[in-house]
């Protein structure tokens, strides 16, 4: 049984995202047929690391997958995280919809 503290438990659906991104960059190193060892080397990590990287490892930092990019020339691709936030855009556009009408509303009262 493994340990899990408050830290490194994740929703079952945010681990397997961790994983789907790890699986997308050790396909990523394969494609362009380079080894563990080079990738640890140019992102500054060991080859364990780059292995927890490539498993989707909660415990390894943002900064570490950040690095592992950019020794992949994706460092691009992070600009992406929380690019579509279609929640966000909704709450703002409602929000900005209630003001609209709540100003139409008082202009209504001086017509």
Known sequence: MTKHSKATF?????????EVMGEQIKLARKRR???L?????R????????MRV???????????YARVLY???????ILLLAQKDEAGN???NT??????????????VFD
């Open 37 to 41: 060892a080079t990738i640890a080397e």
């Open 33 to 35: 047929s380079l080894s």
């Open 90 to 92: 909704a709450l703002v």
């Open 95 to 108: 929000k900005l919809m209630r003001k609209n009408h709540k100003n139409e509303e008082e202009y209504d």
């Open 43 to 50: 992102a500054q990590c060991t080859q364990l690391t780059l």
């Open 10 to 18: 994740l929703p079952r659906k945010v681990q397997r995202n961790l």
């Open 54 to 64: 490539e498993k989707g490892a909660p415990t390894v930092s943002i900064g570490i």
């Open 71 to 77: 020794a992949l020339g994706l460092d691009e691709d």
